[in-house]
């Protein structure tokens, strides 16, 4: 029998309610056996077991090891591994993107990309990721043509629900206008002639660059950035909601999440708006339910799928300006519904009755009306106590709906990064000042009493908790003013929305979440205690690295 392993601290931060103070934890194996006082845990294991003090932590803090229940795998391996050149700094494992905060820069930078490319073979393409229009002018079809006429560039946007493709790119993927038609609500959200595919009609050009984008040289690169930049923050579990599903890509995942430098477990929600829609054009909603559930089977190791569990969507994307507003937005533009009210209805009604955990992406005021709408209707044609309704992401809300939310029983995944990232750009464009200042009420959700978890849904926010944790608590926007300093949330909230209430998303608060006997032994290895740190340093606090089931890993 192995013997136990003492872990000692400056601090053991729990997350347990009421729990005394601790500066120990023993673990045995992968599985936490006792925490307390150094002395505590040691008469707890006198006599019982063998044990070793491993004193490597005395000058740190153990917390519970962060949860990030809403992470693209696939976007951000692609995002690290594309030219980034975006609204803000991204400092990757090997890679550092300076801002790029307007116009003029982005467009220094784009050409600059071009002219580190003069020797590659004249049609292999630019793909860049990060590019938005309030912050980078307008650059579409033909003002990429000016800056690149022979080098296909593929222009992947800040929000990863567009694709904008100069004439090089269209005539190198044989995109052509008559492929745009016939693809239904997709093809509405289409624009030939600026090379633009936003929203569903995404779907119709990514298989035209999806070998090209997908290259093994390109993905290997960002997978190990990944795996190496989860470590860095101390993050132990991830989640992707709503996930790309099929048998090689569930292989691949396998193969390239069970190896012993991925120090974290993958969990995976199915989609239930694209299995919904496949089944309407089959004819074969009924079997919708069965097939959702047949992913539960999948899976192995560390790589794993949530049963009855499943992801909708309601309207766009937040960083496109594109989610459903109930006044007009101050340019005229129109929001854009991913999925049309009567589906979404309708496939909510279909998990609903079948005892589905229902998470749905959310992002404008009229999308939250709608998916409100929908949940009182079932609420009231089939009671269901305990169903942990999930608002994701929770942009765009009034005071009436946090009050709606909270007698309703859901609960809220929120963004904390988009008043950060957005509140000044959208006061002056599309949204104003008030709207724009109020996004993510999380202050208004703290004191409704509805439970609150942080995501990043990256690379929409850097999948950083500490920092997550920062732009809840502190609401600082780029410019350095506070949004809507009513909405912040407590240094306690935001740390608990990391750790136990975003397991509680993924119904595994039973497992991690929290330092307690019987959990997993995962932890996240901090230089300074969140608590005590100035709230304006919560983001800036070093992760040591993580123990992940028991095994210490140092990210450096």
């Known amino acids: 029998m192995l013997p136990v392993t003492i872990f000692t601290a400056r601090k053991v931060i729990t997350m347990e309610p009421g729990a005394a103070a601790a500066d120990a934890v023993a673990v045995d194996g992968a599985t936490i056996l006792a925490v307390g006082t150094l002395d505590e845990v040691k008469r707890q294991l006198d006599g019982e077991r063998p044990y070793a003090v491993d004193r490597t932590f005395d000058d740190k803090v153990i917390a519970p090891g962060f949860v990030e229940h809403h992470l693209h795998p696939l ?17 990757l494992p090997g890679y550092d993107s300076p801002a790029a905060p307007d116009e003029a820069v982005y467009r220094a930078r784009l050409k600059a990309s071009l002219e ?30 000016e800056i690149s006429p022979k080098r296909p560039i593929v222009t992947w946007h800040r929000s990863c629900h567009e694709f904008i493709l100069n004439t090089a790119a269209l005539e190198k993927y044989g995109v052509t ?31 035209f660059i999806r070998k090209d984008m997908l290259a093994p040289s390109r993905t ?65 909603l009924a079997a919708l339910v069965e097939e959702t559930a047949s992913y539960a089977g999948w899976g192995r190791g560390k790589v794993q799928w949530i049963p009855k569990h499943v992801k909708l969507f309601a309207d766009g994307a937040i960083f496109s300006q594109l989610m459903q507003v109930a006044q007009p937005y101050l340019d005229g533009h129109k929001g854009e519904w991913i999925a049309e009210p009567s589906d979404y209805a309708a496939a909510f009604k279909a998990y609903w009755d079948a005892g589905y955990r229902i998470h749905t992406h ?56 988009y008043p950060a990232a957005l509140a000044d750009k959208y006061s002056e464009y599309g949204l104003g000042p008030e709207r724009a200042n109020s996004m993510v009420r999380a202050g208004s959700v703290e004191r409704a009493g509805v439970p609150i978890a942080l995501h990043s849904d990256m690379p929409m926010a850097p999948a950083d908790p500490l920092f997550l944790a920062w732009c809840a608590v502190n609401r600082t926007t780029l410019s350095g ?65 993580v123990v992940f089931e028991g095994r210490a890993l140092p990210h450096q």
């Open 75 to 91: 976007l951000g391996v692609l995002s690290m591994s594309v030219e980034m050149i975006a609204i803000e700094d991204w400092s």
């Open 116 to 145: 580190a490319m003069r020797d590659a073979s004249p049609d292999e393409t630019l793909f860049t990721w990060g590019y938005h229009q309030y912050f980078h002018g307008r650059l579409y079809r033909a003002e990429l043509d």
């Open 177 to 207: 206008e008559a492929a745009l038609h016939g693809h239904g609500h997709a093809s509405e959200q289409t624009n030939w002639l600026d090379g633009h595919f936003y929203e569903k009609g995404m779907e119709i050009v990514v298989p």
């Open 220 to 284: 290997q690169r960002g997978l190990a950035r990944l795996k190496t930049y989860l470590l860095s923050k101390g993050i132990t579990t991830i989640c992707e909601p709503g996930t790309q599903m099929d048998r090689r890509t569930q292989s691949i995942w396998e193969n390239v999440l069970n190896t012993a430098d991925s120090a974290f477990r993958t969990y995976f929600v199915p989609d239930g708006r694209a299995l919904y829609e496949k089944n309407k054009a089959n004819g074969t």
């Open 362 to 417: 959310v992002n404008g005021d009229e999308g939250l009306r709608v998916v409100i709408d929908t949940l009182e209707a079932n609420l009231k044609s089939n009671p269901r106590k305990g169903h942990k309704f999930t608002v994701v992401h929770f942009a765009l809300s009034t005071e009436d709906q946090v009050v709606a939310l909270a007698r309703a029983g859901a609960i809220v995944t929120a963004n904390p990064y």
């Open 481 to 545: 003013r506070t949004a809507d300093p009513g909405q912040r949330l407590s240094v306690a909230t935001a740390l608990r929305a990391v750790t136990i209430e975003s397991a509680a998303v993924l119904d595994k608060e039973s497992e991690i979440g929290s330092i307690k006997p019987g959990k997993r032994a995962d932890f996240a290895i901090l230089a300074e205690d969140p608590y005590a740190v100035d709230p304006d340093r919560i983001k800036d606090i070093p992760v040591w690295g």
